[in-house]
């Protein structure tokens, strides 16, 4: 119904950028909540940033509140623009739609198939 599609991943020094694309196609509409998770190696998926594209609410994990910037255009398109970013950020990040505002990942029923993001220390 939702496919998703992320780009803008790669190596980048401790203190430095990113902003990840998330591609949208399909019934984009239907899912007015948009999301940025993170999953490093041996832990669980955990959620970064949502936003309400209907009252422009937002949401953000505490370790990145302030750092991270989750934005979504009039396509449904979703980005995340990482600054001062730290090694601890090192993961895949995945973006992901739902029905629900909600930071849950269960009620998300649309992911792309992510995109890895290096931090190097």
């Known amino acids: 119904q939702v496919q998703l599609v992320e780009s803008g991943g790669g190596l980048v020094q401790a203190g430095g950028s990113l902003r990840l694309s998330c591609a949208a196609s399909?019934?984009?509409?239907?899912?007015?909540?948009s999301a940025w998770f993170r999953q490093a190696p041996g832990k669980e998926r955990e959620v970064v940033a949502a936003?309400?594209?209907?009252?422009?609410?937002t949401y953000y994990a505490a370790s990145v509140k302030g750092r991270f910037t989750i934005s979504r255009d009039n396509a449904a398109n979703t980005y995340l623009q990482m600054s001062d970013l730290k090694y601890e950020d090192t993961a895949v990040y995945y973006c992901?739609?739902?029905?629900?505002?909600?930071?849950?990942?269960?009620?998300?029923?649309?992911w792309g198939q992510g995109t890895q993001v290096t931090v190097s220390s």
């Open positions: 992901a739609a739902s029905n629900r505002w909600t930071t849950d990942k269960n009620e998300y029923d649309s």
């Open positions: 936003l309400n594209s209907f009252n422009r609410s």
């Open positions: 399909g019934r984009v509409f239907t899912r007015y909540v």
